[in-house]
Every structure is written in C-alpha cells, then in structure tokens.
Antibody, heavy 118, light 107 residues
Framework: QVQLQESGPGLVKPSETLSLTCSVS????????WSWIRQPPGKGPECIGY??????TYNPSLRSRATISGDTSKNQFSLKLTSVTAADTAVYYC?????????????WGQGALVTVSS | DIQMTQSPSSVSASVGDRVTITCRAS??????LAWYQQRPGTAPKLLIY???SLQSGVPSRFSGSGSGTDFTLTINSLQPEDFATYYC?????????FGQGTKVDFK
C-alpha cells in the first residue's frame, strides 16, 4: 500500500522560505510522478508542480518561487517555496500521479497546514 | 490556464437521493477529467478518472460521464458517508486545474 506523509514547519514568516518534505512508503519515487498540491482555506486545490526522475514541471502562477526535488536514498521529495506571503497560507498535500494511466492523483498524504504570519 | 466551473456550488439532499454535479471546462478536454471527494479535514479521494472510469475500490453508485467541455458526476442512492465536497480536475494540459467544489449536505 502506497503511503505519503508530509512534514515541516506549520508557521512561516512573510518573505521567508516554506520547506516541506514528503516521505513515501510502498513505492519508489523513481517510479511515477510526484506532486505538491495546496488548498487555501475554503477554496479548491491548486497543483504547484510535479517531480519525476528526470525532471520537474511547475505551475507558472508561482512565478518561479517553487522548487520540487527528490532524494531517492530516503525515498522522499521536497517542496521549497520562496518569498512567501499570507496568500501562501494553505494546507499542502503531496500526492502520487499515476502517469501510466490518465495522470490521476491516486494517492495523497494527509496534508500539512502552513500558516504565513509574523 | 483551463478554467473549471462546477454547478451547483452546493446541493442539499437526503439519504437515498440521486445527486448530479456538473463541471464545465473553458477548453475541450477530450476525456482528461477526474472527480474527487473530500470530507472535512481529509485529503481529496479519487473517485473517477478518464471522465467515466471508476477508481478501484470506489462504490458503483458513483458514475461519471461527458467529454469535451461538459462533464457530470452522478451519485445514485446517496449514503451517509457521501456527504462531502466534490471537485472536478482537468489533466488535459498543465497546469492541471480543479473546480471550485460542490458541497453535498443534508437537506
């Protein structure tokens, strides 16, 4: 069974960098695509970008502030989001993308609430 | 970006009812559309992909239809655990985008 677990600080100051890690079990991150998705309070989800063994792709709306990378030795992948503002306050999810079949988000972590505030 | 518009934004229903939710895309998607269910405080759960394919383990009372720009999620014989918010999501072109959600609550 594939399981994902987000970890990282729940509070980040404005202008600083948000850093989250997703630990994956039950599947190697060398296979499939792996994504970060965020959901502001009361809104729909937003795909930040995805990582795969060989590259990554980001949502242009993040204006190059996001970096997603993987560590195959730990079977983890990470998100860094620079220059955060209150608008970046959200629940952040990591998810697997079944790239073999219709690019669906088929496994999700439980989510990590990140609040941007001084 | 492709805009996804769901309707209604909320619907009140009773156990046993049939509920239909629609999703319209600002551009044609072929069948690159998925539906998710989200209960409060939990992550979205994949229900339907490729517009009408049922994800493994999802009850058969959930069904999807449509192609191009107009899609539908139908829940037959609503069960207590189905009261939740539902999102459509397009995977036709990146950035993949979600609808704003449809909340199904108790009548």
């Amino acid at each position: 069974q594939v399981q994902l677990q987000e970890s990282g600080p729940g509070l980040v100051k404005p202008s600083e960098t948000l850093s989250l890690t997703c630990s994956v079990s039950g599947e190697s991150i060398s296979a499939y695509y792996w994504s970060w998705i965020r959901q502001p309070p009361g809104k729909g989800p937003e795909c930040i970008g995805y990582f795969y063994y060989g590259g990554n792709t980001y949502n242009p709306s993040l204006r190059s502030r996001a970096t997603i990378s993987g560590d195959t030795s730990k079977n983890q992948f990470s998100l860094k989001l620079t220059s955060v503002t209150a608008a970046d306050t959200a629940v952040y999810y990591c998810a697997r993308i079944d790239s073999t079949s219709w690019y669906k988000f088929d496994y999700w972590g439980q989510g990590a609430l990140v609040t941007v505030s001084s | 970006d492709i805009q996804m518009t769901q309707s209604p934004s909320s619907v009140s229903a009773s156990v046993g009812d049939r509920v239909t939710i629609t999703c319209r895309a600002s551009q044609g998607l072929s069948r690159w559309l998925a539906w998710y269910q989200q209960r409060p405080g939990t992550a979205p759960k994949l229900l339907i992909y490729a517009a009408s394919s049922l994800q493994s383990g999802v009850p058969s009372r959930f069904s999807g239809s449509g192609s191009g720009t107009d899609f539908t999620l139908t829940i037959n014989s609503l069960q207590p655990e189905d009261f939740a918010t539902y999102y459509c999501q397009q995977a036709n072109s990146f950035p993949w985008t979600f609808g704003q959600g449809t909340k199904v609550d108790f009548k």
